[in-house]
C-alpha cells in the first residue's frame, strides 16, 4: 500500500497559476512561491468586495481518538467530490506547525488519496506565514522590554509582563525562563517563557482580521502587562501595531494550493484548537466563498469545541453563516467511543459501536442547536464490517439525517460523491437562519454555563469567586461582548478525557480565564493545557534527512 | 532630492523570469517568489557544473567612519556599469537582518540610483532564509536539551552546553536568560541566551557549504558543549544534522533579484562581518561566475577585516580566486581618519584629506599582498571639491594605482563607467597567481600573528597562557589548518577604535577564542563584540506602518 508521502509525491500538480485561473484569478493576482503554492494579492482580495457568496459547509467530527477520523481527508474528499459532480468548489484548512513535525510525525494534510499538496512544503516553511507570526509576536516583547529599560514612561510592572514569547518549535526548556539577567546592559530581570507560535495571540488575530486596518486594530488591542495599579498596558501603547502589522503584511493574504485531483485548496492560518479558535483565516474563508460556489472547511477537534467555536466565534465574528455541517466518524472511533481498547479494534462489534454512537449523537443534537443542517459522514476503513457501518446509518437515521458511507481514502473523489449530492441536497433547500447559541449582551458567567449544559451535556460550571471577579472586571471594562473560547480536552463532552461517549452528571471546574483582546475572546481554561509541547524521547527528527537524490525522508 | 525608497518604488522592475533568461535560466529553472523575486532550483545549480568561471571582482573599502563609504552602493554601481558597456555582468550580495530595520533603520541594498530591488520585501521577510536559519539553530538547540531530558546517553555537562538560541531581533533581555525553570517536567535549569540569527554558526555554515551534503557535513561538526571530562559533543552525535538540513533544504539556494537598471544581483546569507566571514553565500557567488562574464561582489566592513576574510576564509575554502579589487573610499571618510569631526565634513580640507589617505594606502598595500591587482573608486559627494579629489588622485598614482571618481549613486551605470572599464583592463592582463597570507598548516598563533603584522600593522599580538593552551588543544584534536577569523572593531586597523587613519606601534590582544568547527574557521576575538544588539531609545519600529494605501512607512 502507498504511504500518503508517496501519493503525493506520485501526484501531477498543475501549475498553481492554473488553479487559479480555474477560480478565475488573473495570473498577476497571484503572488507565486514556487510553480505549486500562491498568495492571493491584494489587488485580488480587493476585487472580490462586490461578488455573491457561495455556500459553505463545515466539517467538524465526533470526538477524537486515537483510531482517527479523517476530518481533513473528509474535508479534501468533499472538496473534490463537488469538482467531480461539476460544482465549482474549494477547500480551506489551517496551515501546519513546524515544531510537531520534528517532534512525532509531519501532518500530512489529508490522507490516501484525498490530500493537499505539495505536502513537504507545507509541512516545513511553506508560504513563511507562521514565521511572520513568530516575528512580530516577538517584536512586541522586544519592545515591551526596551521601554522598560529606556526609562518605563508607562510604568509597566515587570512583574505583571503577560505578553510571553514564541517559537514554531517543541522546546520543553523555554517554557519557563527568567529573561534580563547578566546586568544593567541587558536590562531587568523578568520571569518569562515561550509558547509554540500556534498559540500567540497574533497568529488568533490573523485568523481573524478582516484587512489590514483590521489586524493592526486587533494587535493595537493585545494586553501585554500591567501597572502596579492593575490597569492595562496595551500593545498601542507600546507603539507595536504598526511594525507588527508590516511584517504580517503579506502572512494576511490567502495560501492557494490544489488536492491530488488538481482542485483548489485554501491553506491559511493556524491558531491553537484550546486557547484559540482552531480555525483557519476569516480572509481565506471569505475570499473561498466569493470564489467558489461551494466552499468545504473544518474546525479543530470534536464538534463540541471546533464547532461550537467555529459557530460562536468565526461565523459570529466574521460575520457569515454555514450552510450545512458533516459530522465525520469512523467505525474505530465509535468503538474507542464505545469503550473498546484500541489493541482490539480490529474485531467486529457491532455492541461497542452502537454504544459509541451516543457520543456521535449527541454531537449531531448539538449542531442542529444552531439551525445548520447536518449530515453524518462514515470515513470507511478496510476493516470495518458491513454490518457496523448499518449500525451507524440506522441510529443516524433515527435521529432524523443521514450517515453516508465515504470511501474517498481509497477512491478519492469517487469515494465522496453520494456525500457531495447529500450535501448539495441540503443546501439546495431554503437556508434555515443560523442561530447563534448565546448572544453577545449575555453575562461571561451565562455564556460559559451555555456552551458547558447546552454542548458538554455538563450539569453545570464551577466557578471560584476570584474568577467570578475577574471576569466581572472585564466587563465592567468594556469587554462583556465578546464572546467564550472554551479550552478544555477534546477526548470527552467533559473535562476528564478519559469519559468517553457521552457521559453526563458533571461539572465543568474552570481553573483559569484570560483575556485575548486583539482575538477578541475570553480564554475560558477547564484543565490543563499545554502551549509549548516537548520532544519524545525518539523525536522524528532524528529520522529526517535528505537521501542521495536530495528527497527529504522522515518527515512523513 | 529623491530619497533612496522612492527610487526603488518608482522603479521599473522586469519579471524576474526576464532576468533569469538574461543569463540563460530556463524559467522552469527558477523558483518565483513573487513576481520579483526567485531562487535558482537545484536542476539550474546542477546544470553549472561544467561551464567556466566569469572574472571575480571583489569590492572593499577604507576603514569605516561615520560619513559612509558607499560600498554596496559602488557594487551595484560597477556591476550596471559593466553591463552598460557590454559585459554580461552579476552583482553578489548579503541578505538583510530583520532585527535591525526595527532598531534604526532598515538598510537599503545600496543606495540613490545604484541600488537592489525589491527593497522592502529584501528588509523584510525575502524568501525566508534568514527565518530557515533561526528555525534550524533553534532545533537544534531544543535537541541538545531534550537528550538531556531523556537520560543524557551523550553526558552532556549542562554547565559547559554552549549552543545557544538565535532570533532575528534585537532583544537585549534575551542576551543573558535561564532555561528549564519550573519543574521536572521543563527539563534542567540551565544558563543560556539568544544571539541574532546573522550571528549563527549555521548562518556561517549556510553561506560556506558547496551542497546539500556539505552543508549536513558542517551542520554534524558543529560542537553544542562538553561533557564534564571536556570532550565535546557534536551536532551529528546528538542527531539533529539531517533534520537541520532540510529545514535549510531551499534556504542553501542563491535568490535571484534585480539592480534598478533591471541587471542580474544574487542576494544570499548574511553571516556577521566580526565572528563570522561577513561575505554572501559560496553557491551563489559560484553559480554567478557560471552565469556571467563578470561577477561583482563585497565583504563586510574595511579591507583590514572584510577582504582578509574574504581572501583568507572565503577564497581558500571556496577554490575561487579574485581577478581584481576595488577599493571604495569618500572624500567625507578619508577627512574623518584625517582626523576631522563630523560635524566638520562640509568644509574644504585637502590637508585632512592626504592625512587620511595613510588609511587607503594600507587597505592598497595589504589587498597587493595577495597579489589581487587593484584600483580606488572615490564614491563622489555633492560636498567633494575638485581639489580634495585630486589630492586623492595623485596619493594613489604615487602608489602605482589608479583612483577612479564615480558619481554612480547620482548617475546610475553611467556614472561607474570608468572605473568599469579600469577594472576589465586590469583582467584582461594576465591573471595574477592569487596568493593566500599563510598556509593551513601553520600554528593558530602564527596565522594571528601573520593577519596582526602584514594585515593591521601591529607590533605583535597578546595572547596569554589559557588562551594558547586552548590554541594548542584544538590542533592537537585535529582542527590546526582551519583558518582564523578575526573579531575586533571595523574602524580601527588596531583594536582601539578611535586611534584612525594608519596607526602603527600597537599590540592585538587577543581576548578569547572560539572554535566554529562546522563553519570551518576559529573565531580570534580581539575586543568587545556584541553578538545580540539591543533597541535604541526611539526604535525605528515606533513609526513603522502601512499607510492609507497599504503602503509601507517609516522602515527606510
Tied chains: 1, 2.
Excluded at 514612561?153 to 518549535?169: A, E, G, M, S
Excluded at 546592559?185 to 486596518?213: Q, R, W, Y
Excluded at 504598526?242 to 492560518?269: C, D, R, W
Excluded at 470511501?407 to 447529500?422: F, I, M, N, P, R
Aim: glycine share 10%; proline share 4%; aromatic share 6%.
Amino acid at each position: 500500500m502507498q504511504s500518503d508521502i508517496d501519493i503525493a509525491r506520485a501526484a501531477t500538480l498543475k501549475p498553481i497559476a492554473q488553479i487559479g485561473e480555474h477560480l478565475s484569478i488573473p495570473a498577476e493576482q497571484l503572488i507565486p512561491f514556487g510553480h505549486d503554492k500562491a498568495k492571493l494579492s491584494q489587488d485580488c482580495m480587493d476585487a472580490l468586495a462586490d461578488r455573491p457568496n457561495g455556500k459553505l459547509i463545515l466539517v467538524t467530527a465526533i470526538s477524537p481518538t486515537p483510531a482517527g477520523e479523517g476530518k481533513t481527508t473528509t474535508t479534501v474528499g468533499l472538496g473534490d467530490a463537488l469538482n467531480a459532480i461539476g460544482k465549482k468548489a474549494s477547500v480551506c484548512i489551517r496551515e501546519a506547525s513546524l515544531g510537531p513535525c520534528f517532534g512525532v510525525k509531519g501532518g500530512a494534510a489529508g490522507g490516501g488519496m484525498a490530500q493537499v499538496v505539495p505536502m513537504e512544503e507545507m509541512n516545513l516553511h511553506f508560504t513563511g506565514d507562521f514565521h511572520a507570526v513568530t516575528a512580530a509576536h516577538n517584536l512586541l516583547a522586544a519592545m515591551v522590554d526596551n521601554h522598560i529599560y529606556w526609562g518605563n514612561d508607562l510604568d509597566i510592572d515587570v512583574r505583571r509582563i503577560k505578553w510571553r514569547r514564541v517559537v514554531d518549535l517543541n522546546d520543553r526548556s523555554l517554557r519557563q525562563i527568567t529573561t534580563g539577567l547578566g546586568g544593567v546592559a541587558n536590562g531587568f530581570p523578568s520571569e518569562s517563557g515561550f509558547d509554540i507560535t500556534v498559540a500567540s495571540e497574533v497568529m488568533a488575530i490573523l485568523c481573524l482580521a478582516e484587512n489590514h486596518k483590521d489586524l493592526q486594530r486587533r494587535l493595537g488591542d493585545i494586553i501585554v502587562g500591567y501597572r502596579r495599579d492593575r490597569t492595562p498596558v496595551s500593545c498601542r501603547d507600546i507603539g507595536a501595531d504598526g511594525a507588527m502589522t508590516v511584517l504580517l503584511k503579506q502572512a494576511i493574504l490567502p495560501n492557494l494550493v490544489q488536492t491530488l485531483e488538481n482542485n483548489p485548496a485554501f491553506v491559511h492560518g493556524g491558531p491553537f484548537a484550546n486557547i484559540a479558535h482552531g480555525c483557519n483565516s476569516v480572509l481565506s474563508t471569505k475570499a473561498a466563498l466569493k470564489l467558489s460556489d461551494y466552499v468545504v472547511t473544518e474546525a479543530g477537534f470534536g464538534a463540541d469545541l471546533g464547532a461550537e467555536k467555529f459557530f460562536n466565534i468565526k461565523c459570529r465574528k466574521a460575520g457569515v453563516a454555514p450552510d450545512a455541517a458533516v459530522i465525520v466518524a469512523t467505525i474505530r472511533a465509535l468503538k474507542m467511543n464505545g469503550g473498546v481498547a484500541k489493541a482490539d479494534l480490529g474485531t467486529p462489534d457491532e455492541d461497542a459501536v452502537l454504544a459509541g454512537c451516543a457520543n456521535l449523537g449527541r454531537h449531531i443534537e448539538n449542531v442542529k442547536k444552531f439551525d445548520v443542517p447536518v449530515v453524518v459522514a462514515i470515513n470507511h476503513f478496510t476493516s470495518d464490517t458491513v454490518e457496523e457501518t448499518a449500525v451507524v446509518q440506522r441510529y443516524v437515521e433515527s435521529m432524523g439525517c443521514k450517515a453516508i458511507l465515504c470511501t474517498h481514502w481509497a477512491d478519492g473523489s469517487k469515494g465522496a460523491v453520494a456525500l457531495a449530492e447529500a450535501v448539495v441536497a441540503m443546501t439546495e433547500q431554503e437556508k434555515p437562519q443560523f442561530k447563534l447559541l448565546y448572544r453577545d449582551s449575555m453575562s461571561f458567567v451565562t455564556k460559559i454555563e451555555i456552551v458547558a449544559k447546552e454542548i458538554y451535556g455538563a450539569k453545570g460550571v464551577l466557578i471560584n469567586q476570584k474568577i467570578r471577579q475577574q471576569l466581572e472586571q472585564w466587563e465592567a471594562e468594556g469587554y462583556g461582548e465578546l464572546p467564550v473560547c472554551m479550552a478544555k480536552t477534546q477526548y470527552s463532552f467533559s473535562t476528564d478525557p478519559t469519559l468517553l461517549g457521552a457521559p453526563s452528571d458533571f461539572d465543568v471546574p474552570v481553573r483559569e480565564v484570560r483575556l485575548s483582546a486583539g482575538a477578541g475572546f475570553i480564554v475560558v481554561i477547564c484543565g490543563e493545557i499545554m502551549t509549548m509541547p516537548g520532544l519524545p524521547r525518539k523525536p522524528a527528527a532524528l529520522s529526517i534527512h535528505l537521501n542521495e537524490k536530495g528527497d527529504i525522508e522522515g518527515l512523513f
